[in-house]
């Protein structure tokens, strides 16, 4: 019988890409998204729809319940759904901030507390979950998205301790950047939030360099092989950095001091 894969996210970058890797191994995968139509693609290569929001519970239990009466069993949890949400952080409402906490760690809990039951019970099973390199460096107006993603950090490493007794894997995917919607998002919120506040010189400077990142972006595919290794190999590494500069990123901020790091970041936007 084929492994069971759920990958959240499923309807357009990594883990569209993702999920069409993932049939080509064998594996049964089921997409899910808050929308069926974007999807079309992915059914056609052979992937599994779901209609979930990660932000709703009912949704999330429900898709869970779905997968569980048709395969009995699911094998591989990957949790990709999130965004970045930007903007000085005096200027950036709780609301959104409490809102991109649910989605981008809570709805990944939850999620994950729903699938633990059944990997436990058959004493194997792997938990991707994507942070970013932003989960190890911090920027300029994007307080609340790299709280999220430390956030998926803390949570990762606790959790592989606590599974390691049943068999269960959790690893951490770095993407570094990546050509997506998420960095569209990302940019155009932080002029929403601060491009005419008192930090409006610095998000115009931030915009353009988030333009610049996106012409040396990484494809998403580069990132959905990196996820297949980590679902595939016999024995994962805890952490995978992956596209666009993660590497020599995540290298800089461990060898230069916090003020060099703020001062490199700084310089990159002028």
Do not use: C
């Not at 000085?88 to 906490?101: C, G, I, K, M, W």
């Amino acid at each position: 019988m084929s492994k069971v894969a759920l990958i959240t996210g499923a309807s357009s970058g990594i883990g569209k890409e993702t999920a069409k890797l993932l049939v080509k191994q064998g594996y049964t995968v089921y997409g899910a998204a808050r929308r069926l139509d974007k999807m079309q693609e992915l059914k056609q290569a052979g992937v599994k729809l779901i209609a979930m929001d990660v932000t709703d519970d009912e949704s999330m239990v429900d898709g869970i319940k779905e997968i569980i009466a048709n395969e009995h069993t699911i094998d591989v949890l990957v949790n990709n759904a999130g965004y970045g949400s930007y903007g000085a952080l005096e200027d950036v409402p709780l609301s959104e901030a409490r809102y991109q906490f649910e989605v981008n760690i809570f709805g990944m809990a939850r999620l994950t507390q729903l699938v633990l039951p059944y990997m436990r019970a058959q004493h194997s099973g792997r938990i991707i979950n994507i942070s970013s390199i932003g989960g190890e460096i911090g920027e300029p107006h994007g307080a609340w998205y790299h709280a999220t993603k430390y956030a998926v950090e803390g949570l990762s490493d606790s959790l592989r301790m606590e599974l390691k007794e049943f068999g269960i894997d959790v690893v951490v995917i770095r993407p570094g950047a990546i050509v997506t919607e998420w960095a569209g998002i990302a940019r155009e919120s932080m002029l929403k939030m601060s491009g005419d506040t008192a930090y409006k010189e610095l998000a115009h400077k931030h915009y353009k360099m988030f333009e610049q990142a996106d012409k040396r972006g990484s494809l998403p595919i580069v990132v959905a092989k990196t996820i297949v290794k980590a679902i595939t190999v016999a024995r994962p590494k805890t952490r995978y950095a992956t596209g666009g500069g993660a590497k020599l990123i995540l290298f800089a901020r461990k060898i230069l001091s916090d003020r060099m790091f703020d001062r490199v970041m700084l310089s990159m936007m002028r």
